[in-house]
């Protein structure tokens, strides 16, 4: 079968002929139709992720058709349309991952083939409505979106969110969830242009964080500070967010693009009876619920770009150019 290989720390996407897999016991495999892009493939690629193993077929996000099953599984799967969730043995607590947890992608086989093999327990039907570019936009980003947000945030219509970094494809879920929940939702970015974006989208408004006075415009706005500020980046700037929230609010983190985060002075903290939550992914819960949400609140995932599989290395050239809104899908096969 096709499929993207990289086959050594920063070198080329190479497309190579590798074996088919077989489904084993518990497993089905898919026949995938399309696949998105994570940051989380670029800093493999770079050596940034905390696995490294070469040769390595990356990709946490897919969606296709169940050709077949392995042992154990039920025949009637086989030629179902199904979305993966990427969130491999999470474990039974919902609050947070066990020991044996992993993202699809590494060190597994990823959805960057033609063909994959998966459990079965973490394959759902694709939501009604969304073609298979659209459906492989949700896992990752979508998962990690739905649990910042509402399993670890607790957002409730009416409330007031900051969303940084607008643009990416966790961003541009959290935006679409919180909109179609009916909270207030606010974005930050170092472009204009995707600030107007997402206010055509249906954000109240935004700021640049680029600019010298950035939180005390967003004061200016909602001058009673934010109940939720869902952050990616860390970083020098993130005390500042503290600076924005009601008391009693939250931040949730999933990321640390920005670098370390600078000593706090407690008080920041308990005299803002403040909230800092980290999360990552999700449990199986939070995937069902995520797929649920989308397909009743007719949530419709923002494609930035659709690239053939072939054209991969353009693919991660447009991801690292940050020009980007809505997730980035290759597609692996007409089906």
């Keep these: 079968m096709k499929a993207i290989v990289l086959k050594e720390l920063g070198g080329a996407f190479v497309l190579d002929d590798i074996a088919k897999p077989e489904p084993g016991e518990g497993e089905v495999l ?64 919902r609050h947070g991952h066990g020991k044996d947890f992993q993202i699809l992608g590494m060190p597994t086989q990823g959805t960057f083939a033609e063909y994959i093999c998966v459990p079965a327990e973490n394959v759902y039907p694709i939501p009604i409505g969304l073609s298979f570019e659209k459906a492989a936009t949700l896992p990752l980003a979508g998962l990690t979106a739905y649990r910042a947000m509402f399993y670890r945030g607790g957002l409730k219509r009416g409330e007031k969110i900051l969303i940084t970094g607008i643009g990416g494809g966790v961003a541009s879920f959290l935006l679409s969830f919180g909109v179609k929940t009916g909270a207030l939702t606010y974005v930050s970015s170092s472009s204009q242009e995707k600030i107007q974006q997402a206010v055509s989208l249906g954000a109240m408004n935004g700021v640049l964080y680029t600019a010298e006075n950035w939180t005390d415009l967003l004061l200016e706005m909602e001058p009673e500070g934010f109940d939720l500020v869902i952050d990616s980046a860390g970083g020098p700037e993130f005390l500042q967010l503290l600076k924005l929230l009601r008391t009693g609010g939250k931040i949730v983190n999933f990321g640390g693009t920005a670098g370390k985060i600078p000593e706090m002075v407690p008080a920041q903290l308990f005299w803002k009876q403040a909230s800092i939550l980290g999360t990552t992914m999700g449990s199986p819960i939070d995937f069902e619920q995520m797929l649920s949400f989308v397909t009743e609140y007719i949530v419709t995932p923002i494609v930035d770009r659709v690239f053939p599989m072939e054209e991969v290395q353009a693919a991660f050239d447009h991801m690292q150019n940050q020009s980007q809104f809505g997730k980035i899908v290759l597609r692996i096969a007409d089906i």
């Design 30 to 93: 898919i026949r995938i139709a399309a696949a998105a892009l994570n940051h989380r493939d670029l800093w493999i690629k770079q050596g940034k992720y905390f696995l490294k193993e070469y040769p390595c077929v990356l990709g946490s996000d897919g969606a296709g058709i169940v050709e077949s099953v392995g042992a154990g599984v039920s025949e009637e799967l086989t030629g179902n349309k199904v979305v993966i969730n990427p969130a491999l043995h999470w474990g039974p607590r």
